[in-house]
């Protein structure tokens, strides 16, 4: 049994910009490129683009469509999740196009992620930011103890994750592992060249426990961007359509702060992994990939947790022995995921599922999969799934 | 001595930090309705909507609820203090801040009883500092 969103719409192009450590073009640059990749992709033009859900920084709605020439925008919206948004911007874009609010909708994302931290000499600050409350949060109550971003800030729960259920590192260690091993199989990918061993990433430093540098993902320059359409119009375009099974968002109480919550461990994952399965009519067992969003390891593992795949503090026995890896059961981040393809705030996960679910996958590709899910997470804990199906 | 961060709060986490730094203790939202205690403040209490508060004195008695020990920053006011800690205090009320400590590597573990002051650098900022509760005898 379906429900809801569960086929009212599909993937019909997606587009990426990058992977890259240093880049002259602008945010702007990078997400135009990836999205008009994405609608020629698709075999559309930009004048049949009428919905885009942008990030949730940087850029905006309306140069979107006056840059790639959408002459009429007929729905717009921009959930504020950090990297749980892609796919926020996925199911949103489903919903307008099952409420027909919209036809064509453009879901794009992208940042200057690694020369933002490593200015050129001539280049201009960015002054675009976000509007989420958490960084006055952060700003107020984490920052000034010197916990200055994300790998601090998660840290603070994370220690708890670690000591308390005595989360062994290996644990950690296999989400990297197996993240870089994909990430060989992947032309793009950062980390491509750069092999990782349990043993490298068990001798990795400490930035702030329990992550190592190891346990962190990369920072990259970057874009990527997917079009959403109806399943019927899908059918008529270049590719095979990538079906929304299911979907849904979830959040952590309170949402604007992190370590005053009954339990710092329960993501937003945790209330909508459920939803999602039940509107997909399916289980977790069903998947034969898993695109976990890999900010950092621990979370990752977190996020298996939250799926069901293991009980709390469990996800070492899930993530051992290549159950992961290409050739296991559950391969996890075929493209190299954040960790070592890149930071595309999860909307590569997204567009590597798609690429599975077409059997365009290349070296990596899982054979003849039918179904997988994409998670995201971001800010504080924010959590979003999509189940995705081999159109017919 | 700590070097003063500026982070120029607004509403709230400036009511907050004043109430703290006027007290020289840690002064957390306090619930006049139903007593309950809130941090970061927010308008209404979230367990009973009530939006009479005030800034109340806290005991001082906390736990290590979580932690992280930091190896590694780029900021000029903590690079030179690696490893450095920061502790998820609970206190006995309810709430959770964050704290500086000087306790050693070994003592700082999970549920470890502690006692928290502050150090109030200016009216819109003070630390809030845990060291090791005393055992009774």
């Known amino acids: 049994m379906t429900a809801g969103l569960s086929g009212k719409a599909a993937i019909a192009g997606i587009g990426e910009y990058g992977y890259y450590r240093g880049t002259d073009k602008s945010i702007l640059q990078m997400v135009l490129a990836a999205s008009m990749d994405a609608i020629k992709d698709a075999g559309l033009k930009p004048s049949d683009v009428d919905g885009i859900i942008p990030p949730p920084g940087f850029v905006a709605w309306d140069e979107i469509a006056a840059h790639l020439g959408v002459p009429e925008v007929r729905y717009t919206a921009c959930p504020q999740m950090g990297g749980a948004s892609p796919v926020a911007g996925l199911i949103n874009a489903t919903m307008a196009i099952a409420a027909g609010l919209a036809e064509v909708v453009l879901v794009p994302i992208g940042w200057n992620g690694y020369s933002a931290l490593r200015p050129r000499p001539d280049a201009r600050p960015n002054k675009r930011r976000f509007s989420a409350a958490f960084f006055e949060t952060v700003k107020n109550y984490y920052a000034p103890y010197g916990l200055r971003s994300a790998p601090w800030w998660y840290a603070l729960y994370l220690q708890r994750y670690v000591e308390y259920y005595g989360v062994a590192p290996e644990a950690a260690g296999a989400i990297a592992v197996a993240c870089r091993k994909h990430a060989q199989l992947n032309e793009v990918a950062v980390m491509r060249g750069r092999a990782l061993t349990m043993e490298d990433y068990l001798q990795s430093p400490y930035v702030t426990e329990p992550l190592r540098k190891n346990d962190c993902c990369v920072e990259t320059d970057c874009a990527a961007a997917i079009v959403v359409t109806s399943v019927e119009r899908a059918r008529d375009l270049r590719h095979k359509p990538v079906t929304f099974l299911g979907g849904a968002e979830g959040h952590p109480n309170r949402p604007d702060e992190l370590i005053n919550r009954a339990d710092i461990l329960k993501l937003g994952l945790d209330y909508a992994a459920p939803r999602a399965f039940a509107m997909a009519g399916v289980v977790p067992q069903d998947m034969q990939f898993l695109q976990i969003y890999d900010c950092f390891t621990y979370v990752a593992l977190l996020e298996l947790e939250a799926l069901g795949f293991a009980e709390r503090g469990g996800a070492g026995d899930f993530v051992k022995d290549g159950n992961i890896e290409l050739g296991g059961r559950y391969p996890l981040n075929t493209h190299g995921g954040l960790m070592s393809q890149g930071h595309c705030w999860g909307m590569n996960h997204i567009v590597e599922a798609v690429r599975q679910l077409r059997h365009e996958a290349g070296a990596a590709q899982v054979e003849g999969c039918e179904i997988g899910l994409v998670t995201g997470y971001g800010d504080l804990g924010d959590g979003t799934i999509a189940i995705l199906g081999r159109g017919a | ?137």
């Open chain 2, 1 to 137: 001595m700590s070097s003063k961060p500026r982070i120029q709060p607004d509403d709230l986490d400036l009511a907050f930090y004043n109430a703290t730094a006027e007290a020289g203790r840690l002064c957390l939202q306090h619930c006049q309705d139903c007593g309950n205690w809130t941090h970061p403040a927010r308008y209404y209490c979230p367990k009973c909507s009530s939006a009479n508060y005030a800034f109340d004195p806290v005991s001082g008695e906390a736990q290590i609820h979580s932690y992280t020990i930091s190896h590694f920053s780029i900021e000029p006011a903590w690079k030179d203090l690696v490893p450095y800690a920061a502790l998820v205090a609970e206190t006995v009320e309810g709430p959770r801040v964050v704290a500086r400590t000087e306790m050693s590597r070994e003592e700082v573990r999970i549920g470890v009883p502690i006692r928290l002051a502050v150090e109030v650098m200016d009216s819109e900022f003070s630390y809030v500092w845990a060291s090791a509760a005393e055992v009774p005898e």
